[in-house]
Structures are given as C-alpha cells and as structure tokens.
C-alpha cells in the first residue's frame, strides 16, 4: 500500500495542492484512497468537502490506540472510495508533548486502517515539527514540494536532509525522496535559474514533472472537486501531470 508523506518547509508553495492532485489522480483510477490531513490549517479537509468534522486526526493521536483513526475517518464528496482523516487548527496542541517513541503515534493509530487502501496520501504541516516526522515514520514515500524561488534550494536541502536521517533509522522502509516543483512559470528567468539550480544540485531526485502556475487549481479547489473532473484546457493539462507525478512515486502502479 503506498504512503505518500506531502511536505514542504514553509507555507505558500502549494503543498496541499500537490497531495490533492495525487488524491485526485487515485480517484481518477477508482483507487480507495485515503488523504490524512495533519496541516492544522485543514485546508486538504476542505479541499474534499470536508468542513467541522465530528472527530479529526487530533483525536486519534491524542488517544493512541492502535487502529483508533478509523473512527475519524469519513467519505469525502469526491465519492469513488474517496475519504479523508481530517484535521482541525488545534491538531498540534491536542498532541501530548515529544516523547520517546512519539514520531510513531500516526504509524500506530493507522494501524490496520492503511490496508484498506490502495493510495495513502499524507498532508503534512509546512515545517518538519513533530506532525511531519510522524508522517515519515508512517510512509512508504516522501514528496517535497518547493517553487522556484530564492529559498527553494535551502528548504530542499533541510527536507531531503531530515528525511534521510529517518530513512536510516527509524523508517528503513521509507523510499528516497523526490522533490516537485509547484508553481513554475517558465517565461520567468528567475524560475528557470531557480530550476536549473534545484537540478544541478539534487539531479534525479527532482522530478521532471514541473506544476505551472495555473487558475484552474483554485477553481476546482474553491469547487471541492478534483482537478481530474474540472474539465477545461488547463484541468485536463494539471490532471495529467499529477497522473505522471503518481506513476513516478507507485511505479508499476497497483500489485
């Protein structure tokens, strides 16, 4: 089952969009996918339809039980087995304070619930604090999303750092990281020298899949669907590129 653990290392460069667009692509094969939110601003809970839930991913970790976050878990309004481990604003408070062992807290409330899934898509808070290493503790695959601006090479460099440390510790069975880059207009020349930069110094880890900039993210993020429904030019353009984006994280696809 793939896990794929969604991060950034500061806000604004579209991170909840990229996991909603690899959800979308699950939903687009009629994959049951599952999208657990642990960014408190609880945007990817919106993003399918998902607005004051009863019980969020902030009850699970705080009770601890091993399978417990299946009592959160509900359908999204993207419908095909589409659902959705919410999140709430006061997710990290509700967490008791880092302990030995706490980075393991969403690996155990999953426990048993992951495999009822063929995509597991994390969104993780735009920082690498205690809910990103859960998420990694938790993974099969960790997406770093950045744009090409002036700080993309710094935030890159301490994700795919952070990433490695759990990959040779804690989570052997964590894949090499990947970075996208979201948000690119290539007419910019800064862009293109941010990519270029980004490339040169991290080669194959960063995808060939560039996100452009385009209207119809927010349209269908604002309409609650995914963007492989949102039909127009520049829906079916971004749906085929998260299609490429999920190939490369699952290759081969479902076994």
């Known amino acids: 089952m793939p896990t794929v653990a969604v991060l950034s290392m500061k806000g604004g460069v579209g991170k909840t969009t990229v996991a909603l667009g690899l959800a979308s692509a699950g939903w687009n094969r009629h994959w049951r996918t599952l999208v657990v939110d642990l960014d408190p601003q609880a945007n ?9 839930p009863a019980l969020t991913v902030g009850d699970a970790l705080a009770d ?16 095909r087995g589409t659902d959705v481990l919410p999140s709430e604003a006061a997710v990290e408070h509700r967490v008791a304070e880092a302990a030995p062992g706490s980075e393991q807290r969403l690996r155990t409330v999953l426990g048993g619930v992951g495999h009822r899934y063929d995509l597991v898509v994390i969104d993780c808070p735009p920082s690498l604090g205690e809910m990103s290493r859960n998420a990694l503790h938790a993974a099969s695959r960790a ?19 952070a990433i490695d440390l759990v990959r040779s510790s804690t989570n052997r069975a964590l894949g090499s990281p ?29 995808s060939d899949v560039e996100i452009p900039e ?42």
Do not use: C, K
Not at 143 to 161: D, K, N, S, W
Not at 230 to 253: C, I, K, N, T
């Open 178 to 206: 990947s970075i996208v880059l979201n948000r690119v207009r290539g007419t910019v020349a800064e862009h293109r020298n941010r990519v270029a930069e980004l490339r040169g110094t991290f080669a194959h880890q960063v």
């Open 44 to 52: 990817a809970s919106m993003g399918v339809g998902l607005v004051d």
């Open 64 to 79: 601890g039980r091993p399978g417990i976050a299946g009592e959160a878990i509900v359908p999204s309004t993207w419908g």
């Open 143 to 161: 997406l770093v999303v950045t744009e090409p601006g002036y700080f993309a090479l710094r935030g890159a460099q301490q994700a795919i750092e």
């Open 214 to 255: 385009r209207n119809a993210i927010a349209q269908a993020e604002g309409a609650g669907m995914p963007i492989h429904a949102w039909d127009s030019p520049a829906g079916r353009e971004l749906a085929g590129l998260f299609d490429s984006l999920l190939d490369q994280l699952v290759p081969g696809g479902l076994r």
